[in-house]
Structures are given as C-alpha cells and as structure tokens.
C-alpha cells in the first residue's frame, strides 16, 4: 500500500502557467519535503516541512512556493513556471529525531510546453 | 568540494560478478547512512541503511569507516535486475537532521 502518494503522476503545463503539485502520507511522519530531480541528477531539496514550520532552501528560487494545511498533505506551487523547471518533483517524509530514513512518492514529472 | 561525493559510473559489469561502491562524505557531523537505488525515471527506494559495524541483506554489503568517511556497498552475484542508479544517502546532524544525497552510481549489468 502507497505510503506517500503524489498526484499527478504526470503533469503538463504550459510555459508561466502556474501549476500545483500534491502529496500526502499515511505515515504520520512529521517532517515533509520537496525534491527536484533533473536527469542524472541526484535530488535537489527545495524545501522541508518541520510539522508546520517551513524551512526553505537558500537556493530554492522564488518561483518555488509550498502549503502544508495538515500532517497528511503538502503543496508545491510553482508560480511561473519556465523551461528550465522541467523535471522529476519527489515528495518525501521522515519522522525527525530518529535514524530512520526517507519514504519517498513515486515522483511527479513536469513537462513544459 | 561536494558534502557526499560519488564516483558516476557507470560500472557495466558481466552477471554473476561482484562490484563495489564507495562513497564519501565530508561532514564529520553526520550520523545516519543510507544506500538508495532508483530505477531510471522512478522515485529512489531505500535499498539498505548502513550500520558502524557493517551489514549484510543477500546479495548486499554495506560497510561505514568513520574514521575515512566513506562508505561501501558491494554487491555479489550480480544479475540483470540488480541495473539502476545506487544514492548514497548521509543525515546530517542539526538544527533539522538534514540528508544530503550523493549524485548516484550507475551500475549497468549485462548477460
């Protein structure tokens, strides 16, 4: 059974239209992250979810926005989107203070036309 | 310098040989260690945590040297589904644990 579960699986959206991918979990895990992956690329984090503190990377552009309304789901809103923001989107969780690792979603893929 | 570094690959190898990763991490504060595999155009998948005193499942070994800073995953028998890209996968200690990830090594097995 799907433990993090994002949607879509595909997404295609055109050139400045702006685009809202989801996740959500089963885990109860408290901590939630962002993943964009390009190809041979290991996966760049945007941002993290401590509960409902937001933690955001110094790099993460602008254009990147994220929602976390509950524990189970979290939001990447991508305000306007641009070529170069073609990829793989993963969604993560983890329960901080434990060794445990990451359970990751099977991933989101942006296309832009 | 990168905080885990990988060598790329890809490593093609025969099946039924025997192939090794290393790979390194400069953050003495680091705590947790993982090896990840992912699947071309699929999310990453926890394939083995990685203890102080080495573990095994199957096929599978990983060893940690903290005093180096690297770890191993060595892989026997290889067979054809074992093809993918392995993460290296090290939790940071800190504020917020933070997990950085290794570029990946890609293993390409052929028959």
């Known amino acids: 059974d799907a433990m993090v579960i994002q949607n879509p699986r595909y997404q295609v959206t055109q050139f400045g239209k702006p685009v809202t991918l989801s996740c959500s979990q089963t885990l109860n895990h408290n901590v939630m992250y962002w993943y964009q992956q390009k190809s041979s690329q290991a996966p760049k984090l945007l941002f993290h979810?401590?509960?409902?503190?937001?933690?955001n990377e110094a790099d993460t552009p602008d254009n990147f926005q994220s929602r976390r309304p509950n524990t189970s789901f979290c939001f990447l809103d991508i305000r306007s989107p641009g070529l170069g923001d073609a990829a793989m989107y993963l969604c993560?969780?983890?329960?901080?203070?434990?060794?445990?690792?990451?359970?990751f979603g099977d991933g989101t893929r942006l296309s832009i036309l | 310098r990168k905080e885990v570094e990988q060598d790329p690959g890809p490593f093609n190898v025969p099946e039924g040989a025997t192939v090794a990763f290393n790979c390194t991490y400069s953050n003495s504060a680091s705590q947790s260690f993982f090896w990840y595999r992912q699947d071309c155009r699929k999310e990453p998948k926890l394939l083995m945590s990685v203890y102080s005193s080495g573990n095994e499942d199957g096929r599978f070994t990983a060893q940690l040297n903290r005093a180096s800073q690297y770890i191993s995953l060595l892989i026997r028998d290889s067979k054809l589904s074992d093809s993918a890209t392995y993460l290296c996968?090290?939790?940071?200690?800190?504020?917020?644990?933070?997990?950085?990830f290794g570029a990946g090594t890609r293993l390409a097995v052929h028959p």
């Open positions: 993560a969780t983890r329960q901080e203070l434990s060794s445990q690792p990451q359970h």
């Open positions: 979810y401590y509960d409902k503190d937001f933690n």
């Open positions: 996968v090290v939790i940071v200690s800190g504020g917020y644990n933070k997990l950085i």
